[in-house]
């Protein structure tokens, strides 16, 4: 008798137990969806036929087979999607290799020298995080202009490596404060000495560090929109979400719903996939940030 | 060991100070960078602003004639104002979304890596390319929510969501919600997983209610994670561009410009630079200010942990 009401009172439990965690799933899941939704209803809405494109995406799922001509309609604007998105890659890309390059170079010179006015330089560095880029884009048209760089992909870049600066030389130097003295020490007594100690020793001991430097750099680069839509002034140059602001405008007055689409995808991808392959590092900076 | 260690440590060290120069050499590409297209910047955004700088011909000094002109100007003011009350109704949301959701994934639980990965998602793709999406989410012939209310019945026309201010600025906040909520859930969840579990378990056991915990308890030891997480969030919203230049270009009856919006607008629509400057340094100064109330937050929170 006892015993049966133990049994019925614990399979109770278990129930509860079994129904909360299927609330716990389902509201998961309704979350997720409103989430998900977005991406999902874009991705497969752009594989839609054109003739398909103007009509609301109910069902999102292309109904009469699956057809590029969203894609082929995006081809058409600015110099074409090819030109722009090789654009945007070669600035993220420049972004990424000259972001880590300086910044590993001034982390480690933070970290392992002492020089005059040290602890000044850095936090002038780190303090330019207060200051909005926003407000000092008119002096750098000039500064750029000046300097031959305006309308240049590789202005935009210098752009882009200095505003990546203060996080990743911070990055980078708690990087190197973590790498034991004694390895550089025994390097040392081998004969390696500075680049190369640099180069051969030290860096794969802060590539996590680096990591974390070029997801931040890349997908800040691949995403700016207000830098590169004052800096860049002929139509060839455009990165992509300049060139989508064509696209966005429309031609006499009418948008082609496909081609943005299709530009919303070509802009997605990479960051999803650069951000699912690469999460530990991505999540790494972040809490660093958080932390300090 | 240690007694050979020091010893090669200390001509090692005597070196180091000898050649202190050499540090310089490596951090000269950064501070490079960060003069000439930060500070250098900066300080041109200050003269600028004391002139009358068109794009062709000559610059004029004109002192404190911009900044005079900005208080009387009344375009400049209800940016200033929209901006405010943008940064307001967002940071809001954007709290009541996030707070509730990292919570909801705060335990080590099946699927909720799964779950804290999807809603980080839109964080990772650009603004400008969220306000893409949703622009065409929004439109009320090809796009997916209005088509969607009138197919489920809930609408007799399907609506046109960035016709009027309230409904597009209702569709541009749940646009930043779903953006961010991700980021700032990620923010408050270092703090939630920071506090002691022993410590919410015995005032589980002195027989605090869920609610008592979280007022008595979460809160107050989440305070300089929440601080931070509401400075970064309103220092956002505060330069807040790309999602009204690119859904509603300046918004129905162009009541949607915000302060940055307006600076390029005068910057490089009009081409009044010395002005665009001038307003420039007026919004760094706000943000300014802001930074010392952030750390003044962040010293308050360490004051009464």
């Not at chain 1, 935009?156 to 600066?165: D, E, G, H, I, S």
């Not at chain 1, 530009?263 to 960051?271: E, K, L, Q, R, S």
């Not at chain 2, 088509?147 to 960035?162: H, M, Q």
């Not at chain 2, 129905?252 to 630079?273: A, D, E, G, H, K």
Request: glycine share 6%; hydrophobic share 55%; aromatic share 12%.
């Amino acid at each position: 008798m006892t015993t049966a009401k133990v049994s019925s009172s614990k399979q109770r439990r278990a129930r509860k137990a079994f129904r909360a965690n299927g609330a716990y799933h389902a509201a998961g899941i309704a979350i997720c969806l409103f989430f998900l939704a977005p991406f999902v209803i874009t991705f497969l809405a752009s594989f839609r036929h054109g003739t398909e494109a103007r009509l609301p995406p109910l069902p999102p799922w292309p109904t009469n087979g699956l057809s590029i001509d969203s894609y082929l309609s995006l081809d058409t604007f600015g110099a074409g999607i090819w030109q722009h998105t090789i654009n945007s890659l070669l600035v993220s890309l420049a972004t990424v290799v000259l972001t880590v390059a300086v910044s590993l170079l001034a982390g480690y010179g933070f970290s392992r020298y002492r020089f005059p006015l040290k602890n000044v330089l850095f936090v002038l560095i780190i303090a330019t995080l207060m200051i909005p880029f926003q407000s000092i884009l008119t002096p750098l048209f000039i500064i750029l202009a000046k300097l031959g760089l305006n309308n240049s992909l590789l202005g935009l870049t210098l752009v882009y490596v200095t505003l990546q600066l203060p996080f990743s030389v911070f990055m980078m130097r708690n990087a190197f404060d973590a790498v034991p003295k004694e390895i550089e020490e025994a390097a040392r007594i081998d004969g390696a000495r500075d680049l190369r100690l640099l180069v051969r020793v030290l860096l794969p001991l802060v590539l996590p560090g680096i990591a974390t430097v070029a997801i931040f750099a890349f997908l800040n680069a691949w995403n700016e929109f207000l830098a590169a839509l004052i800096l860049l002034s002929s139509n060839e140059k455009y990165t992509l979400p300049v060139l989508m602001m064509a696209v966005r405008a429309g031609r006499l007055g009418a948008v082609n719903w496909g081609a943005v689409q299709a530009g919303v995808a070509v802009m997605t991808v990479p960051c999803l996939i650069v951000f699912l392959l690469l999460q530990r590092y991505y999540m790494r900076g972040l809490m660093a940030g958080a932390v300090k | 060991m240690t007694g050979s260690g020091s010893k090669t440590l200390s001509p090692q060290r005597k070196r180091r100070r000898r050649s202190g120069w050499r540090g310089l050499v490596y951090i000269a590409p950064a501070m490079a960078l960060v003069i000439l297209f930060f500070v250098m910047p900066v300080i041109f955004t200050g003269w600028m602003s004391l002139h009358n700088w068109p794009l062709m011909g000559g610059t004029r000094w004109i002192g404190l004639k911009n900044y005079v002109r900005m208080f009387h100007d009344a375009r400049f003011l209800s940016a200033l104002q929209f901006t405010a009350y943008y940064t307001v109704i967002v940071t809001i949301a954007i709290f009541a979304v996030a707070f509730p959701l990292a919570i909801f994934v705060e335990k080590q639980r099946r699927f909720v890596s799964v779950y804290r990965t999807i809603i980080f998602l839109p964080v990772v793709v650009g603004l400008a390319t969220a306000s893409l999406l949703w622009v065409w989410l929004a439109n009320v012939d090809s796009g997916f929510v209005g088509p969607a209310l009138k197919a489920l019945g809930l609408a007799d026309k399907s609506p046109n969501l960035l016709a009027t201010f309230d409904s597009a600025f209702l569709t541009i906040i749940i646009m930043v919600v779903w953006k961010i909520a991700g980021f700032t859930m990620i923010i408050l969840l270092t703090g939630l997983q920071a506090i002691p579990a022993d410590l919410t378990e015995a005032a589980r056991i002195d027989g605090a209610g869920r609610w008592q915990r979280f007022r008595y308890l979460t809160l107050p030891l989440m305070r300089k994670t929440i601080a931070l997480a509401l400075i970064i969030s309103v220092t956002g919203s505060i330069l807040a561009f790309d999602q009204f230049y690119i859904m509603t270009s300046g918004g129905p009856q162009n009541r949607m410009i915000s302060v940055v919006y307006y600076i390029f607008n005068q910057s490089f629509v009009s081409f009044n630079l010395g002005y665009g400057a001038a307003l420039s340094i007026a919004l760094l100064a706000i943000l300014v200010v802001l930074s010392i109330v952030q750390l003044w937050l962040l010293r308050v929170g360490e004051e009464r942990p």
